[in-house]
């Protein structure tokens, strides 16, 4: 197996975020992973972003609940992420796995406190 099997393989038997044990589906490397942030974000989008990007997961998400904002990272190579952007309420995304599907970033969100 490649390189890039065996980082995914010992990357899934890891632990994350000091809790439990992160485990995919027994030959199956995701296309998409997805963080969702609230008090984890600056975690999220550097040791995470560079995690993933070793392991070479294609595209990573961190929604952000605070800021109401999505981190798209795409085109992981060479360890790194070569694409960055940040979505908002109002903008739509369409993971590159599925284009096809795209998705309203208002409705990723939990619904506003109306206080």
């Known amino acids: 197996m490649g390189g890039k099997t065996n980082r995914w393989r010992e990357l899934r038997h890891r632990s994350i975020s000091g809790g439990s044990p992160w485990r995919s589906t ?3 490397e995701p ?3 997805v963080e969702v942030a609230e008090s984890s974000l ?3 989008l550097d040791a995470k972003a560079a995690l993933y ?6 595209e990573y998400w961190v929604l ?3 800021d109401r904002e999505l981190s798209v990272f795409r085109s992981s190579g060479e360890g790194a992420y ?8 109002g903008d739509r995304v369409a993971p590159e796995a599925g284009p ?4 309203e970033l208002g409705d990723l969100f939990p619904a506003k406190d109306p206080s």
């Open 26 to 28: 027994e030959g199956a």
């Open 31 to 33: 296309l998409l992973v």
């Open 53 to 58: 990007a070793e392991a070479g997961v294609p």
């Open 64 to 66: 952000n609940l605070v």
């Open 42 to 44: 600056r975690n999220d």
């Open 82 to 89: 070569r694409y960055y952007a940040t979505y908002r309420e």
């Open 100 to 103: 096809d599907v795209t998705l």
